[in-house]
């Protein structure tokens, strides 16, 4: 499994922003796949993911108003919408993938990650 994210760049304070992860494998419409993000100095934290069938999405309680994860058709895409951005929303955004509906909040359990996107939020 390949995964690629894009669609970064700089936004003001409260505009909106919509990041991309396009996977690919024979069997990447599998997986379940999740958004991290890491700000400088930081650990990589848990934003939100989305099952294979697309039917079961999980967030970060901190997260769950102003993000949205949605998985795309065809479903080797996966888009995470964000909106009224803030300065600590700077980050370096991924997209990781693991097989099964399951989704998982500790990176740790995921094998395959894209190269991340660079979301910086300017005041």
């Known amino acids: 499994v390949q995964l690629q994210a894009s669609g970064g760049g700089v936004v003001q304070v409260g505009e909106s922003l919509r990041i991309s992860c396009s996977g690919s494998g024979p069997t990447f419409s599998d997986y379940a796949v999740t958004w991290f993000r890491q700000a400088p100095g930081k650990g990589r934290e848990f934003i939100a993911g989305i099952s294979w069938p697309g039917t079961t999405v999980g967030y970060a309680d901190s997260m769950k108003d102003r993000f949205t994860v949605i998985r795309g058709n065809p479903k080797n895409t996966i888009f995470l919408q964000m909106n009224n951005l803030k300065p600590d929303d700077t980050a370096v955004y991924y997209c990781?993938?693991?097989?099964?509906?399951?989704?998982?909040?500790?990176?740790?359990?995921?094998?395959?990650w894209g190269q991340g996107t660079l979301v910086t939020v300017s005041s």
């Open positions: 990781a993938a693991t097989p099964g509906p399951w989704i998982k909040r500790v990176p740790s359990e995921y094998k395959y």
